[in-house]
């Protein structure tokens, strides 16, 4: 009897619906950093180091933010490990080695959180501390 190795339908439905969560969150936080000025350079930027979820530029610094998107903040923030947090700082270090001033251009890295009711907040440089 052969194996079915297609994901099943309730497998797929989950990654869909959280995908479409994710992007949702991610329009929310893009929408929030255009409110304050913001331009969003790239969404879901990939590099070599690793993705990059939104990429905005403010008139003196480039912001790399990583989304999570949970029940509540408190889940969302729980949910980044420091694996992602050393891809997403890789992934940086290779996206700015495109400006002229390359690794001496300012940079900050943001923790977007987004709630189950769309609410977000921003964590300014959450990776340091």
Do not use: C
Not at 57 to 76: I, L, N, W
Not at 91 to 116: C, H, I, K, Q
Request: charged share 25%; glycine share 10%; proline share 5%.
């Amino acid at each position: 009897m052969p194996f079915d190795l297609a994901p099943s339908s309730h497998r797929r439905h989950r990654g869909l619906r959280n995908y479409h969560a994710g992007r949702m969150a991610e329009d929310t936080v893009a929408l929030g950093y255009e409110a304050r000025g913001g331009t969003i350079a790239e969404r879901r930027w990939r590099g070599e180091g690793g993705e990059i979820d939104l990429i905005v530029e403010t008139p003196d610094t480039v912001v790399f933010v990583e989304v999570k998107q949970s029940s509540t903040f408190d889940r969302a923030a729980e949910s980044i490990s420091p694996r992602q947090v050393a891809r997403i700082m890789a992934a940086a270090s290779e996206y700015v080695g495109r400006y002229p001033a390359a690794l001496s251009t300012p940079m900050r890295f943001d923790l977007a959180l987004v709630n189950g009711r769309g609410e977000h907040r921003i964590l300014e440089n959450a990776f340091f501390g």
